[in-house]
């Protein structure tokens, strides 16, 4: 079997119009806008209207990822979707994604990562692709957060926001050109730390699940904060050990976006300065398996990433998950 250098050949984002900004909590909650940008550094995050699902946008970032990597919908050989939020249990929001874009001949599948959910779908993805299974490979970040947050509850409703972005996959035309290495582990004795507890198997839906506010997001934030400031810098130095590297060699980091604290302790681990540490926290939220391909969308569109940077990804989320992705870019 031959392996091949795999790039990312074109990269697209969507958002809902719909704005939630914090002085709109602060009229919902005990909260207050100095409080929140304090504690997260978020000011804003967009919100779908009702009735609008994760798939609709995944499907509007994917067919402008298809577009932008000049294909057809039929080109495509395979749809990831990482995400937390599918439309339904089942099927898959992958399959309701194919039939949205009319991508006829892919097959795929959802990945479940929670906030990790990009770099991991990135990584099989690639992969895939890397060992000849197939060409071109649609890998999808998206979620609706605000479908599974209390907005009762101002620990976790500051912090999510809804969005997708998508990236299309191939093989690379140069070989110095890609996807390098990658560097992935989970823990899951910290499950409980950041979870939906009722909806599934465990806790099927009742009357009493639903009063008791079960379908939410619960999250022990301290738990959660240590364990993410502790393991993203950690599996960021391993990353750059194997690849005899050292953080001043990379020309920019982008990690999950949950909590400037965790992205700048993890990028001072590892001897980033802040200016090459892409932040947009501030705009979008938390958005999950989104956040990635958002920050990744507005380093190009602000010329802060360029073709031949070296890049770092990573990513922190339930589970516990953790991710990081070594990229040369070529865009």
């Known amino acids: 079997m031959n392996v091949r250098r795999v790039e990312i050949k074109s990269l697209a984002t969507y958002v809902p119009p719909r704005l939630l900004t914090n002085a709109d ?27 609008v699902a994760t798939s609709d946008l995944a499907a509007e970032a994917a067919k402008e990822a298809i577009k932008r990597a000049g294909l057809k919908p039929e080109d495509i050989d395979l749809i990831i979707v990482g995400t937390v939020t599918p439309d339904m249990l ?10 949205k874009i009319g991508a006829t001949k892919a097959w795929g599948f959802d990945l479940s990562a929670a906030c990790s959910a990009f770099t991991y779908s990135l990584t099989v993805g690639s992969q895939l692709v890397a060992a000849g299974g197939v060409k071109n490979a649609l890998v999808i970040g998206a979620d609706v957060m605000s479908s599974i947050i209390d907005y009762t509850d101002r620990a976790t409703c500051v912090l999510f926001g809804d969005g997708a972005g998508a990236v299309v996959l191939a093989p690379s035309s140069d070989p110095n050109l890609g996807i390098l290495d990658f ?22 839906a009742s009357h009493e699940t639903v009063d008791q506010r079960l379908h939410y997001v619960k999250q022990d934030g301290q738990t959660v904060f240590k364990f993410a400031v502790r393991n993203t810098g950690e599996i960021c130095e391993r990353l750059l050990k194997r690849n005899n590297l050292t953080g001043h060699e990379l020309d920019l980091f982008v990690s999950h976006q949950a909590n ?20 947009n926290i501030d705009r979008f939220g938390n958005t999950t398996a989104a956040t990635i391909p ?19 990804l990573t990513s922190v989320g339930a589970g516990f998950t953790v991710g990081s992705v070594l990229v040369r870019w070529g865009l």
């Open 25 to 51: 909590l602060e009229k919902m909650i005990d909260t207050t806008d100095e409080w929140i940008m304090q504690r997260t550094g978020i000011r804003q995050r967009h919100i779908v209207d009702p009735g």
């Open 90 to 99: 089942f099927p898959s929001t992958a399959c309701l994604v194919q039939h």
């Open 183 to 204: 560097e992935h582990m989970i823990d899951g004795s910290g499950g409980g730390a950041l979870c939906m507890p009722a909806g599934g198997s465990r806790m099927p």
């Open 260 to 279: 400037k604290r965790i992205i700048m302790s993890a990028a001072e681990r590892i001897g980033m300065p802040e200016e090459k540490v892409v932040i």
């Open 294 to 312: 958002l920050a990744l969308n507005d380093a190009v569109e602000s010329g802060r990433l360029k073709k031949g940077h070296l890049i770092m």
